[in-house]
């Protein structure tokens, strides 16, 4: 039996919690639901400020756990997803076995010398690719950067999300969204 379809709505006023941040960064055109096209146009982002073609492999691990990563998100299959939604979805073990994955296919784009790190220009090009605010990079990337090197690891930035999505202790979770 399929499940009902999700009624466009808006989202509640944002409450700063972390879910409802990061949902209304998913929110890619404000209409108050995440959208299919909400979640993958933040890949055609990245794809388009790293001059990638579709023919990528980064690209193409991207569009795959995209992939994977809307089709849980979405569990009724009618192309959105409502902040309700999403904020009874995610979780740790959501992030753990999907998310993360989603998330670092899309740190990968950005690494364009491919060397496991992102220096504040590719960081930079991330966050504005994700649709994550600008005016505080430089302060999501500090927060980040906690060994002052110019330079924040894949893992750092996926624990650092994880942290702030499951309620921990993240050193650029208000700086990044």
């Known amino acids: ?8 709505q808006t989202a509640p006023a944002h409450d ?10 998913l929110d890619t055109d404000g209409d108050g ?14 794809q388009q400020a790293t001059g ?6 980064l690209v193409i691990a991207a569009r795959a756990t995209g992939e994977r990563a809307w089709a849980a998100m979405d569990a009724n299959g009618d192309g959105l997803m409502t902040y309700q939604e999403y ?12 998310c993360q994955y989603a998330l ?26 994700l649709g994550n605010r600008g005016d505080n990079a430089d302060a999501a990337f500090d927060a980040l950067d906690s060994d002052g090197d ?22 650029m979770g208000d700086a990044l969204y």
């Open 104 to 129: 670092g296919a899309l740190f990968d784009l950005a690494d364009t010398d491919q060397d496991g790190a992102l220096d504040r220009l590719q960081f930079t090009l991330l966050r504005q690719a």
């Open 150 to 171: 110019g330079r924040v690891s894949r893992a750092q930035y996926l624990a650092s999300i994880r942290a702030y999505v499951t309620g921990g202790d993240s050193p």
């Open 87 to 98: 904020a009874a979805w995610v979780d740790a073990e959501k992030f753990d076995t999907v």
């Open 33 to 46: 639901v995440a959208s299919r096209h909400d979640y993958f146009v933040r890949i055609d982002r990245a």
């Open 52 to 57: 990638r073609g579709n023919d990528d492999p």
């Open 1 to 8: 039996m399929p499940l009902p379809r999700t009624e466009p």
């Open 16 to 25: 700063g919690s972390p879910k409802a941040r990061i949902y209304a960064m």
